[in-house]
Antibody, heavy 122, light 109 residues
Framework: EVQLVESGGGLVKPGGSLRLSCVAS????????MAWVRQAPGKGLEWVSS????????YYGESVTGRFIISRDNAKNSLYLQMNSLRGEDTAVYFC???????????????WGRGTLVSVSS | SYVLTQPPSVSVAPGRTASITCGGA??????VHWYQQKAGQAPLLVIY???DRPSGIPDRFSAFTSGNTATLTIATVEPGDEADYFC????????????FGGGTKLTVL
């Protein structure tokens, strides 16, 4: 059974940093592109970042470019999101998602985790 | 940047057909995916590569894309179909290529 389990969310002050993790199981993690998607309270889905199964290339949403870094460790079946210079508008549930392909292919998202909540507030 | 426009809400009576649109410049030239998200849950892929259904998704769900509009159709709507629905594309060549529509809340009356 495919499982994606996020962790690392919490309360952080504006300007602070946080690192999210997503541990994958039930499939060959190294064969699939992965992504982070977020959802602010009461709002729609916003794509954050995607990474190829080959580690590169990586892509970022406009609102996080230059502040967030996506990475993966295929040996640990893990996806990461390093979030720096956090702002109030980064407050959201962050989902880890698997793309149903690898290589230079990033969609569709066929499996999702349950999400981890990031709150940015002083 | 590429924008996908969805109506904020659609209402339909049980047993009727619901249509949810997703507008984007030349979306017919792109591949569209659709997700269902029920309250408090993670999204669920319901249509991929414009028209295909993942296993377990009933054939009441269908979609087509033409010109500047993609449409998700749900036939014989059931109360359990009440959810938010999001369209999604990959806009190749853009520095920020993955785009979600703003989402449509489907209410079953």
């Amino acid at each position: 059974e495919v499982q994606l389990v996020e962790s690392g969310g919490g309360l952080v002050k504006p300007g602070g940093s946080l690192r999210l993790s997503c541990v994958a199981s039930g499939f060959s993690f190294s064969a699939y592109s992965m992504a982070w998607v977020r959802q602010a309270p009461g709002k729609g889905l916003e794509w954050v970042s995607s990474i190829s199964n080959l580690h590169y290339p990586t892509y970022y949403g406009e609102s996080v470019t230059g502040r967030f870094i996506i990475s993966r460790d295929n040996a640990k079946n893990s996806l990461y999101l390093q979030m720096n210079s956090l702002r109030g508008e980064d407050t959201a549930v962050y989902f880890c998602a698997r793309a149903d392909c690898g290589g230079n292919c990033y969609l569709p998202f066929d499996y999702w985790g349950r999400g981890t909540l990031v709150s940015v507030s002083s | 940047s590429y924008v996908l426009t969805q109506p904020p809400s659609v209402s339909v009576a049980p047993g009727r057909t619901a249509s949810i649109t997703c507008g984007g410049a030349n979306i017919g030239g792109k591949t569209v995916h659709w997700y269902q998200q029920k309250a408090g849950q993670a999204p669920l892929l319901v249509i991929y590569y414009d028209t295909d259904r993942p296993s377990g998704i009933p054939d009441r769900f269908s979609a087509f894309t033409s010109g500047n509009t993609a449409t998700l159709t749900i036939a014989t709507v059931e109360p359990g179909d009440e959810a938010d629905y999001f369209c999604q594309v990959w806009n190749s060549g853009s520095p920020h290529p993955l785009v979600f529509g703003g989402g449509t809340k489907l209410t079953v009356l």
